[in-house]
C-alpha cells in the first residue's frame, strides 16, 4: 500500500504565498481605506457650515441664513451692507471655485490656472478686453450701487480669510498637482460686474450666422458660382422669418407713460470705443477644437440658439384672477449650474434697506437677476436683435484705410501669464470699430483671407466690391457691450421694482445683453419691455461682413428707449417670448434679420389659448406647457414618411412608428428616436451635402427651409447625383434607411425597443476639470447621463448637436411659474444643486426632478421660509 506525505518545502512555499497574498491584499485594502478615508476627508472639509453661529468682523448687526431641504437660502439681515456681504460669503461657501473660474475667464486669465493649453483662449479674451470695460464701469457706478458691489465683495473675502486651498474646494485640491503655487486672489467688484460681459457673449445673437454666411459665401465664390447665384445661395439657406406662420411678441405696441430716469442713458460712443464680445468656455485642459468653441465652452456655450421660453398669462384667464409667469432661460448644460437660488429679505423693508426679493442669482454677483419681489414678477428671454457686426478693414502696416485715408491703429501691448510655462507677449490693435480678431481664431481668419462683403442685396467678393484700398485684409468686431454701461445698476433697479413704471425704468438700464423682459404685479397688470443698446446701422445691416473702409456702413447712435417695443395689458390676456420676431417688418428700426423661427412661441400660443378655452389656466396647466415636447418637423415628416417606399423590414418597422405617433418627444417613446434620427441624416444629405453650414443650437432655420420642401417634392435642393436622389421621396427614403440602420446599431434592431431618452441622455460635465482627460479626475467631478425628452425648437428645448451628437447639450437651465395670487404657491426648479461641491447633498439633487419637469415649492412669505428651513446659520458681528 502506498502512502504519500505533503513535501514540507511545498507546504512552507504555500504557506508563504498564502502569508504573502494576504498580506498584499491586506496592504491593498490599508491603501485603499486610508486613501478613501483621505479623499472623504478632503471632499468633506470643504462642505460649507450652514447651522450655528459665525463670527464676521464687518457686519453691522446679526445676519440670519435659513436653508431648506434643498440648501437654498434666505439671508434676512437690517441693512443692505449686512445683506449683500451676507450674499457674497453664502455664495463663496457654496460656489467659489466657479466664482474664481469665471472671473480668469472674464479676465483672459485662464492660462494661470490651467497652462498652456488655454494661452489661444486667453488671447482672443484679453482682445474682446471685457475686464477693461467691467472696470470702467464699476467707476461709473453710483455710491449706492457701488456700496453693494463692496459689501458683497467683502463677504466673499471673509469667507476665503477663513479657509485656503482644498478647504475651499475640492477642485484646489486637483489644481494643486499642476499648478501648487495658485492661490485665489481677493474678490473686486469688477470681477462680479465682468460677469455680464460674459453672459453678453453667451447671448451674442448673430455672429455665429453671420460668420458661416460668409464662410459659405467665400466658398461658394471659389467654387465659381456667379455673384447672384452666391445671393440667392445663402438666402434660401438663411429664409426670413415666417411671419405668415409664426407669431411676433408685441402685434401692437402700447402707449405707455414715458420713463423718468435719473440720469440720462449713456452716450453714443461712435465707432471708436473698441474693446470685444468675450467667450467663455468650459475650462479644459485640453485644447478645444477651435478658440471660439473653447471661449464659448467656458460660458457654457449658447442655448438653442440663444433661446429661452417666457411667458404671462393675465387673470382673466387664470382660475385665481391673478397673473401666472413662467421662465426657462436656455443656456449651455453645465455643473454647477450657471444659476443660484436665493431670497434676500430686508427685516424692514424701507427706504434705507428697500429688499425683499427672490429667485435666481449668479454666484459672483450680489442681486436677484429673475424673480420676484413683493409686489412685481419678471422673467427673461434673449432679445435676439443684432449687436453685433464684422468688419473687413484694410491695413497697411500700424495704419488702416478710412475715407481715403490712413488712420493709425490703436496698438496696446499685454502678456498672458501661464501656469508652469513661459510668458507670452500679445499685441492687441483696435480699429474705429474696435479689435481685430482674425489671426486669433480659425473662422475669423479665413474671412480675412477670403473677404465677402455685402453691398445692398448683393453678396460681393472683396475684388468685385467698389473702392476697395489696397493692404492686408483683417476682421474688427463692433458689439454693443464693449462700451461701458448700466445693467449692473439695473438688476437692483428691477429688485425693487414696485409698479410697470419702475420696472421700465429698471428696464432702460438693462442695455448689455438685450433682454425680453415680460412682467406681472399683484394688482393684476401684465407687460413686456424690449431694452438694450440696439445700434442704428448705416449703409448696411450687418447680415454679413461690411466695408471697414467706409464710414457710411458705422453704427449711427442706439434706438431711444421710448422708441423701443412695450406691451401693457394686451387685449389677447398673456404675452409670450421664445425668441422670436419682436415686431414686424413695419417697424420704423432694423432690429435684426436673425430671429429664431417661431416653433416654440407658436406652440406655446396655441396650448395657452386651448387650455384657456377648456377652462381657467393653473400654474400646474403652466408647468405643463413648459415641459411640451412636440417636434414640429418630426409632425410634417410623419406626414409625409406615408408616402415613402422604403427597401426592408427594418425600415418599414420603422416608418410604422411614426403612422401612431403623438409628435411628442417623450424621453420613453421609440417613434421620437427614429423621428429625430430620421431628421438628422436628412439635415445633413440636404445641407451638408451642399456645404451649407448646420446650425450649432436652434434648428429652427432648417425647420422652415425643409418645411418648405415638403410642398414640392421636385424642388432643387432634393437632387443629389452623388447620393443618387431625384426627388423628396428618393431623398427621404435614403435618409429614413440611414436612420434605420443608424439607430439599428446604437440600440439594436428590435424597433419598439428603442428610446429617446437614452439616445438623448444629458452628461453633466464640470465646467473645468470634467474634462481634464484624466478619468478618474473626471469621475469625481462629472455625473450622468440621465434620459431626457424634450428636443431642439421643442417648446422642452433640450437642444443637440446637429451632425454631432443626439446627447443633450443645451437645456431650459431652469424653470420656475410664479403665482401673483400667492407667492408661496409659485414653484422652481433648476439644472443641478445649490452647492459646487463634488459629493455634497445639494451638488445634483435637483438634477432627477428637472429631468422629469417636477418644480418643487418655493417658500416667500416669513411663516412659509420658517416652515421651509432644516439649516439656520446666524452671522453675528465679531467682537
Sequence with gaps: MMSTTSDPNRRSLAGRLGRIAFVVVAVLITIATAAAFFLTWTIQRSFPQTSGEIQLSELDATVTVQRDDRGIPTITASTTHDLFYAQGFTHAQDRFFEMDF?????????AEMFGESQVATDKFLRTLGWRAIAEEEVANLDETTLGYYEAYADGV????????????SLEYAVLGIQNPDYEPE???????????????WDLRTNVEDETDRALLAARLQASGASDAENTAVIETAYPPYPFAQ???????????????????????????DAGVTDALATVEWQEAESVLAAASMMIGGVGEGIGSNSWVVSGDLTESGMPLLSNDPHLGASLPSVWYQIQLKCEAVGEQCPFDVAGFSFSGMPGVVIGHNQTVAWGFTNLTTDVTDLYIEKLDGDQYWRDGALTPLEIEQDVIKVAGGDDV????????????????????????????????????PLEGAPEVPDGESAVSLRWTALEPGTTASALFALNTAQNFQEFRRAASLFDVPAQNLVYADVEGNIGYQAPG????????DGWLPQAGWDSAYDWEGFIPFEELPVSYNPPQGYIVTANNAIVDDDFEHFLSRDWDYGYRAARIEHLIERKAAAGPITAADMRDIQMDEEMWIGKQLAVVMDRVAVEGEGPQAAIELLRTWDAQNDPDSAAAAFANVLWSNLAQNVFVER?????????????????????????????????GTTDMYSMLALSAEQAYAELAELQGEDVTRWSWGSLHALPLTHDTLGTSGIAPIEMLFNRGPYPVGGGSSVVNATGWVLGESYATATVPSMRMVIDLADFDASTWNHLTGASGHA?????????????????????????????????????????
Excluded: C
Aim: aromatic letters at 6%; zero cysteines; proline letters at 9%.
Design 102 to 110: 469665471r472671473r480668469h475667464v472674464t479676465s483672459g486669465r485662464v
Design 533 to 540: 443698446r440696439l445700434p442704428i446701422r448705416g449703409a448696411g
Design 425 to 460: 507677449p500679445l499685441t492687441i490693435r483696435r480699429t474705429v470699430h474696435g479689435p481685430i480678431i482674425s489671426g486669433l481664431t480659425d473662422d475669423f481668419t479665413s474671412i480675412a483671407e477670403s473677404p465677402v462683403v455685402s453691398a445692398g442685396d448683393a453678396v460681393l
Design 691 to 723: 456645404e451649407v453650414p448646420l446650425p450649432v443650437g436652434d434648428q429652427g432655420r432648417l425647420f422652415t427651409v425643409v418645411g418648405t420642401m415638403l410642398d414640392d417634392a421636385v424642388d432643387p435642393m432634393w437632387t443629389n447625383e452623388r447620393l
Design 246 to 272: 409664426n407669431p411676433v411678441i408685441v402685434p401692437t405696441i402700447s402707449a405707455v407713460e414715458p420713463v423718468q430716469a435719473d440720469a440720462e442713458p449713456a452716450a453714443f460712443g461712435g465707432a471708436g
Design 157 to 168: 473675502n471673509a469667507y476665503l480669510e477663513s479657509r485656503s486651498g482644498a478647504q475651499l
Design 839 to 879: 459629493f455634497h447633498p445639494h451638488y445634483t439633487d435637483q438634477t432627477a426632478d428637472w429631468a422629469k419637469g417636477i418644480q418643487t415649492p418655493w417658500a416667500f412669505t416669513p411663516k412659509a421660509v420658517k416652515a421651509a428651513a432644516v439649516d439656520t446659520l446666524t452671522l453675528t458681528p465679531a467682537g
Design 186 to 200: 481677493p474678490w473686486e467688484p469688477a470681477d462680479s460686474v465682468a460677469w455680464l460681459k460674459a453672459m453678453a
